[in-house]
């Protein structure tokens, strides 16, 4: 699966997500920070799955209604965690956002907000 870590998931998720098969690129890498339009923008052009810890990507495509590919917010996961927890709701939930869904996972719980 094609993927954008947000600048703020631990730069290090990357390589392990790439180990377990996704195209993975990371917004920290880009200089200057481009800012929250812009990174929803190419994961929209790319036609990547954002994987973010803020909850402002759900308020642009919710509220605004800013085009996505889908969302994953991580919530309560520690840095070391946020790859593996990110490979586990990808390998259960792929079809629903690969659909377009935002889906919220914390430690326990998932909510998905289909399309």
């Given at each position: 699966?094609?993927?954008?870590?947000?600048?703020?998931?631990w730069?290090?998720?990357?390589?392990?997500?790439?180990?377990?098969?996704?195209?993975v690129?990371?917004a920290?890498?880009?200089?200057?920070?481009?800012?929250?339009?812009?990174?929803?923008?190419?994961?929209?052009?790319?036609?990547?799955?954002?994987?973010?810890?803020?909850?402002?990507?759900?308020?642009?495509?919710?509220?605004?209604?800013?085009?996505?590919?889908?969302?994953?917010?991580?919530?309560?996961?520690?840095?070391?965690?946020?790859?593996?927890?990110?490979?586990?709701?990808?390998?259960?939930?792929?079809?629903?956002?690969a659909?377009?869904?935002?889906?919220?996972?914390?430690?326990?719980?998932?909510?998905?907000?289909?399309?």
């Amino acid at each position: 699966m094609k993927l954008l870590l947000d600048s703020c998931v631990w730069g290090l998720a990357l390589p392990e997500l790439e180990e377990a098969g996704h195209d993975v690129v990371w917004a920290g890498s880009l200089d200057p920070d481009p800012g929250d339009n812009t990174i929803l923008a190419i994961a929209y052009t790319e036609e990547r799955i954002l994987i973010t810890l803020d909850k402002d990507f759900g308020e642009l495509a919710i509220v605004q209604g800013k085009s996505h590919t889908g969302i994953l917010r991580l919530v309560g996961f520690s840095a070391r965690q946020q790859a593996l927890a990110s490979i586990r709701i990808i390998d259960r939930y792929s079809q629903d956002l690969a659909a377009g869904a935002l889906i919220t996972a914390s430690p326990g719980r998932v909510r998905i907000r289909p399309v």
